[in-house]
């Protein structure tokens, strides 16, 4: 009577314990949710894949970071799309260049003030240019080797935009 007794008494715990040992829907759905709610605290890091260095090429990405706004509906909460000028491109920003490339150096004033792109001019080719840093509107921000930026950046987790 007494091992019947303790066997019935002994019987939830074991269940219990089997149940709780054993992954439930929910535990996995919980780890997924937690792996989605991670992966969206940990905002991209970009940096944009400038190659062919044409007026063309710099309005089509800035264009396309203006559609990461867009897709937000509200103030940009990641980091800034990164913009390492460092051949003919920056040519587009300088102050005497400004009538004729008016537009996209706007635009490109808008999204650094938002917060979605961040302009870098890369000093050494400003040197080898004879440019000045009075010569960038306020908004760009000069790096002294853009071949190091672009590696310090990737170290960070950059990747191309």
Known sequence: MKKLLLACLLFPLSVSAQQSSQPSANSSSGSVNALLTQQQQTPEKKIAA???HTLEEIDQLLIKAEALVDQQQAFPDFEPVVFLLHGQEANFFRREN????QSMVDRAARLD??????IRVCETWMG???VTRNQMPAFVDTVPYWVDEQKKLQKQGYSYF
């Not at 003030?113 to 961040?118: P, S, T």
């Open 113 to 118: 003030a938002f917060k979605v792109i961040d």
């Open 128 to 130: 080898a240019n004879m």
């Open 98 to 101: 400004y009538k004729m490339y």
């Open 50 to 52: 400038i190659r062919l």
